[in-house]
């Protein structure tokens, strides 16, 4: 069973930085594709970025040039960079895992099928 355990998350300030961890256990990760995914209040989950096993990233619009995934496949760690941070990226953020292999396949939000618990990012105007 694939356990995903979130950190990272916090209180902070538009403009500022936080980085995002998930943690990987339960299964090989290898050649298979991870991701975030966020939910803000009263809102839909939405797709924030994803990683597939060759580094090859995707990114929602509304974070493109402010965030960045990245992954290190031999510690099953998945990351989260966000910089410049707004308000509207208060949310909780899952980490997301898929069980569709390929190591250079695009992965999007239906993709996933295993998820975290989340970590809550608040930003403040």
């Known amino acids: 069973q694939v356990h995903l355990v979130e950190s990272g998350g916090g209180l902070v300030q538009a403009g500022d930085s936080l980085r995002l961890s998930c943690a990987g256990s339960?299964?090989?990760?290898?050649?298979?594709?991870m991701g975030w995914v966020r939910q803000a209040p009263g809102k839909e989950r939405e797709f924030v970025s994803s990683i597939n096993w060759n580094g090859d990233a995707t990114y929602a619009d509304s974070v493109k040039g402010r965030f960045t995934i990245s992954r290190d496949n031999y510690k099953d760690m998945l990351y989260l960079h966000m910089n410049s941070l707004i308000p509207e990226d208060t949310a909780v953020y899952y980490c997301a895992a898929s069980d569709l292999w390929g190591p250079s396949r695009t992965y999007g939000q239906s993709d996933f099928d295993s998820w975290g618990r989340g970590t809550q990012v608040t930003v403040s105007s």
């Open positions: 339960g299964r090989s990760f290898s050649g298979y594709g």
